[in-house]
């Protein structure tokens, strides 16, 4: 499992964090619907840049998407990417910038 990753999706111009989940959000009808795993999504999008301060962001929207077994590093990205943006997910429409 991972911990979180940060990509920069080009064509939308924003940016796509993904966190994996610590349990706390998954309900008894989750589990009895057979989920055992999530992880959360944030869409983010600099205000600016501005090299004398701070990368203002505006978070966008977010979720959490529910998985039937351990989800790793690549289906997470690409499930949060298809709840996020509506559409398959595309890996040269991305750059992970940072994964933990």
Do not use: H, R
């Amino acid at each position: 499992m991972f911990n979180a990753i940060l990509a920069w999706v080009k064509d939308e111009k924003v940016f796509l964090k993904v966190q994996s989940g610590t349990g706390d959000n998954l309900q008894d009808e989750d589990v009895q619907k057979g989920s055992v795993d999530y992880c959360l999504w944030s869409t983010f999008k600099p205000e600016c840049i501005d090299i004398d301060g701070e990368l203002d962001m505006e978070c966008l929207d977010g979720g959490m998407v529910l998985f039937k077994e351990c989800a790793d590093t690549k289906t997470a990205l690409q499930a949060c990417y298809k709840e996020a943006f509506g559409k398959e997910y595309d890996e040269n429409e991305m750059v992970v910038i940072l994964g933990e």
